[in-house]
């Protein structure tokens, strides 16, 4: 298959694949999405296979309006909840799980009774699902398992030739994936942590507690609240390896194993102290330059091949923090040195 690359006056042409049972890259404020029409079951089978994704993990329902949820049907009742959250943050960064009809096919739910829906702000991504006429199921529009992508050139790094065409919006704002929030639980529960942060959701909904899945590995066997959090996720092909421990303790740690293979994703501040390749995050403390810039540099670690193990310092959980705490530790696979204790 020949993919497309549309620029962003082409929404129409994106929406008309679509419409069709075509499966598009389209941008977001969070990342890239690989979206299909999320009423045609056949159509999102098409992300699955493109993506190599785990037919266990539910998509993302994407909408234009609030009032969307209502004109076609996607769930048996708007919890109180949802109406507030989305009065506060929607459009953005964050997805709503609610009790599902059965418009959603199975494809899209993964067999759940409850649905993830979310109304982006990104303006190209609303004007090609009203164009669409649809709303949009979108997963990340990487490879499953490798970091997804926020810019057209990442999309088609991982996707030429397996899908129909990505649109180019520029490279996205937030760089993380959707906070997610499940309002189905009789306490409104974090899934995924994101760009809207814990304090922002309970500063709307009072009580919301927090999936031990967001910072820990699900133990074995245990049922996944959200199913994407149990597979290893956003990893380059090189090893990260989390330090946790004071400054003086990371750096000496790094400099201690320094050779031509390893790298360091840091601080601008660390960079004149560390006697490896450096890939900066930005200012330390500053949590959304952070997230917007992180798959960026994980994808980076892979351009660089001769990169075979990369040390990070173990982020903060403040603020987005969380969000890329939670990113980093999949990336690690859970794998994390106490310096305190070498
Ligand atoms: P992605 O679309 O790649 O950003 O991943 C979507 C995330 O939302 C995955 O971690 C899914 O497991 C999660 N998700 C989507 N729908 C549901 C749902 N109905 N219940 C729980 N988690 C969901
Ligand atoms: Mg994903």
């Known amino acids: 298959m020949k993919t497309l690359l549309l620029d962003k006056s082409q929404t129409k042409t994106a929406a008309e694949i679509l419409r069709r049972g075509g499966i598009v890259g389209i941008p977001t404020e969070t990342?890239?999405?690989l979206a299909a029409d999320a009423l045609n079951g056949g159509a999102v089978a098409k992300i699955?296979?493109?993506?190599?994704?785990?037919?266990?993990?539910?998509l993302i329902v994407h909408i234009a309006d609030f009032s969307d949820i209502e004109k076609y049907g996607l769930v048996k009742e708007i919890p109180d909840g949802a109406e507030r959250l989305a009065r506060a943050y929607w459009p953005g960064p964050l997805t709503i799980i609610m009790k599902r009809s059965d418009v959603i096919p199975k494809e899209v739910s993964a067999g759940l009774d409850t649905v993830a829906i979310r109304l982006p702000s990104h303006p190209l991504a609303r004007q090609i699902?009203?164009?669409a006429g649809v709303p949009l199921a979108a997963p990340s529009a990487n490879l499953s398992g490798s970091p997804s992508p926020t810019t057209a050139q990442h999309v088609l790094n991982d996707m030429d030739g397996k899908i129909d065409a990505v649109l180019d919006g520029g490279a996205c704002d937030v760089g993380v994936e959707s906070t997610v929030i499940t309002?189905?639980?009789d306490v409104p529960r974090l899934l995924r942590p994101g760009g809207i942060t814990v304090a922002q959701l309970r500063a709307v909904l009072g009580k919301t507690e927090i999936d031990p899945a967001v910072t820990h590995m699900l133990e074995e066997g245990a049922e996944a609240a959200s199913p994407g959090m149990k597979y290893k996720h956003y990893a380059p092909g090189a090893n990260v390896v989390l330090l946790k421990g004071g400054d003086s303790a990371y750096i000496d740690y790094v400099n201690a194993?320094?050779?031509d293979r390893t790298a360091a994703l840091c601080c601008d501040e660390d960079i004149p102290l560390l006697n490896v390749k450096t890939l900066t995050l930005g200012k330390r403390g500053d949590y959304a330059a952070q997230a917007h810039i992180l798959f960026d540099r994980l994808r980076q670690i892979d351009d660089d091949g001769g990169i075979t193990t990369v040390y990070s310092r173990l982020p903060s959980t403040d603020g987005v923090g969380l969000a890329v705490y939670n990113r980093l530790i999949r990336a690690a696979g859970f794998e994390v040195i106490e310096l305190e204790k070498v």
Do not use: Q, S
Not at 48 to 58: H, L, Y
């Open 48 to 58: 699955f296979a493109a993506k190599g994704r785990p037919m266990d993990n539910p």
């Open 31 to 33: 990342v890239y999405g």
């Open 129 to 131: 699902i009203r164009e």
């Open 257 to 259: 194993h320094a050779d």
């Open 183 to 185: 309002l189905a639980t």
